[in-house]
T-cell receptor, first 115, second 114 residues
Framework: KAGVTQTPRYLIKTRGQQVTLSCSPI?????VSWYQQTPGQGLQFLFE???????NKGNFPGRFSGRQFSNSRSEMNVSTLELGDSALYLC??????????????FGPGTRLLVL | AQSVTQLGSHVSVSEGALVLLRCNYS??????LFWYVQYPNQGLQLLLK??????LVKGINGFEAEFKKSETSFHLTKPSAHMSDAAEYFC????????????FGRGTSLIVHP
């Protein structure tokens, strides 16, 4: 079974631009979560989607948004990029949503560099 | 609220030596605890998880962790380090406040010397 895939793997943008990242979960997984990973802040939760609905949201500004499609694929968008948005963006999928013991399976991430 | 503290941002061991990575958690309810490993330029991979079935949890690659409620700890150990164990290790907790979204620690970088 294929793992979580994320595209693109690397991205370079300039301040003020917007960016869209894509995530395809493991087949059969319906919950997709997004995280931002930086050396200074570690892993921070962005949001989680299930059945095309955002169920949880972390403490990020409205410039960060996402959506989920009927096939469970998810995209996240960052508008008006800032230098501080440079990070590794990780997507994770899980099989049984809403259970604390559920394991999240992570993709390789998209490394975004904002110049 | 839930939180995780990983003691030591870097741990250095010699190949063949014991690996001990420390994790302390805070949770208002019996927690679910996880250890993940991240190799360079890769995502996180689950090493093991505690779900109250047994306090000593065995994971992949020879790692294990012991849940100690009295110490609110979930330290990760491996008897003999390999060069291939060099990576970033993250401890995570979930379940508190009705939240199933895990909270991750800041990570510990394991350095293995030949």
């Amino acid at each position: 079974k294929a793992g979580v895939t994320q595209t693109p793997r690397y991205l370079i943008k300039t301040r003020g631009q917007q960016v869209t990242l894509s995530c395809s979960p493991i087949s059969g997984h319906r919950s997709v979560s997004w995280y931002q990973q930086t050396p200074g802040q570690g892993l921070q939760f962005l949001f989680e989607y299930f059945s095309e609905t955002q169920r949880n949201k972390g403490n990020f500004p409205g410039r960060f948004s996402g959506r989920q499609f009927s096939n469970s694929r998810s995209e996240m968008n960052v508008s008006t990029l800032e230098l501080g948005d440079s990070a590794l963006y990780l997507c994770a999928s899980s099989l049984e949503p809403g259970t604390a013991q559920e394991t999240q399976y992570f993709g390789p991430g998209t490394r975004l560099l904002v110049l | 609220a839930q939180s995780v503290t990983q003691l030591g941002s870097h741990v250095s061991v010699s190949e063949g030596a014991l690996v001990l990575l420390r994790c302390n958690y805070s949770s208002s309810v019996p927690p679910y605890l996880f250890w993940y490993v991240q190799y360079p330029n890769q995502g996180l991979q689950l090493l093991l998880k505690y779900t109250s079935a047994a306090t000593l949890v065995k994971g992949i690659n020879g790692f294990e962790a012991e849940f100690k409620k009295s110490e609110t700890s979930f330290h990760l150990t491996k008897p003999s380090a390999h060069m291939s164990d060099a990576a970033e290790y993250f401890c995570a907790v979930s379940g508190s406040g009705g939240s199933y979204i895990p909270t991750f620690g800041r990570g510990t970088s394991l350095i293995v010397h030949p």
